[in-house]
């Protein structure tokens, strides 16, 4: 099973220019025979850094900060809008599965002004095979994120295996873990903004804990990207070309040793050839949803009712 993992830039908070780069991308990505393209926390159309960085992000009524949330409203994706119908004809055309991050609005109904932390699975078929949402939004993230189900906590055949998915800091829940090793995911992708040395660890342990193959997927973001309407420090206003988010893309085997060392600093296609029987292999030792679950002593269960 070959995988590529898309560490490029978005066209920040632009949804249409970058959804031409994502199609550009997925066909390059497919021309060199792969079945799965990955990419990273938010991708369309870009993580709100910004709250980490910018000095009065989190202040009461901001301005600054209100006019960049409208920003983001604005270029957010409806699931079943023209964006997702464009990327799902590509991967249906091109014969290739896509996962991506995305910034969703419902647009109209209930919760018609929440964003949500959404990653969105297609497969080779054009079907949304997986929708999941970011069970708890992370520390600033708080700001203009709603939480998420346990809907998505699934996973799909994607070219003979199973793939799900989940988001950044939700790698440190361990209930959604073990609800996500009862998937059966043979192939699990970890997306983050940046997957700096504790989100390495993260991968690690899960693909040790799992069983499974991780991707996990960093994204690039130039100080120079964030929206003008907010005030960077000093430091970043004095180095527009420097890393905010700075990829670390890599790929982890079942026994949690690198099978991609991680990719810093540079936009990258990272193609790897991932030997699925390990994941078979390795149980042996340990099935957490099998020989070391101990269901005569423990009681595990899912709601995956979409509640919003």
């Not at 464009?86 to 055309?93: G, I, K, N, R, V």
């Not at 699990?188 to 499974?212: K, N």
């Not at 973001?221 to 527009?240: F, H, M, V």
């Amino acid at each position: 099973m070959k995988v590529a993992i898309i560490q490029h830039a978005p066209e920040y908070l632009d949804k249409k220019r970058s959804l031409e780069k994502a199609l550009v991308l997925i066909k390059e990505a497919a021309s060199g025979g792969n079945v799965l393209a990955v990419f990273g926390e938010s991708w369309l159309s870009g993580y709100p850094a910004w709250l980490d960085y910018c000095p009065g992000a989190a202040l009461w009524n901001h301005e600054p900060t209100k006019e960049v949330f409208a920003k983001t409203y604005e270029n957010a994706i409806v699931i079943d809008g023209p964006e997702m119908a464009a990327l799902q004809q590509a991967a249906a055309e091109l014969g290739i599965a896509v996962c991506i991050g995305i910034n969703e609005k419902k647009g109209s109904g209930n919760a018609n002004g929440t964003l949500f932390n959404s990653m969105a699975l297609i497969n080779s078929a054009g079907e949304l095979v997986v929708h999941h949402r970011k069970l708890m939004p992370t520390f600033t993230e708080k700001l203009i994120y709603g939480v998420g189900d346990g809907n998505g906590l699934r996973s799909a055949e994607i070219a003979g295996a199973r793939v799900g998915g989940l988001i950044c800091w939700e790698h440190w829940m361990p209930l959604t873990r073990q609800a996500m090793h009862e998937t059966g995911e043979e192939v699990h992708i970890a997306l983050w903004p940046t997957v700096h040395e504790m989100h390495q660890v993260a991968s690690r342990q899960y693909a040790f804990e799992g069983r499974c193959f991780v991707l996990a997927v960093g994204q690039i973001l130039r100080a120079k990207d964030i929206p003008s309407a907010l005030d960077l420090p000093d430091d970043l206003k004095a180095n527009p070309e420097s890393f905010l988010l700075k990829g670390g893309s890599c790929v982890v085997a079942p026994d949690g040793f690198y099978i991609q060392k991680p990719v810093f600093d540079s936009e990258a296609i990272v193609e790897v050839e991932l030997p699925l029987r390990e994941t078979i292999k390795e149980k042996m030792t340990l099935d957490v949803t099998g020989h070391y679950k101990r269901s005569d002593i423990f009681d595990f269960q899912v709601d995956k009712r979409r509640n919003q």
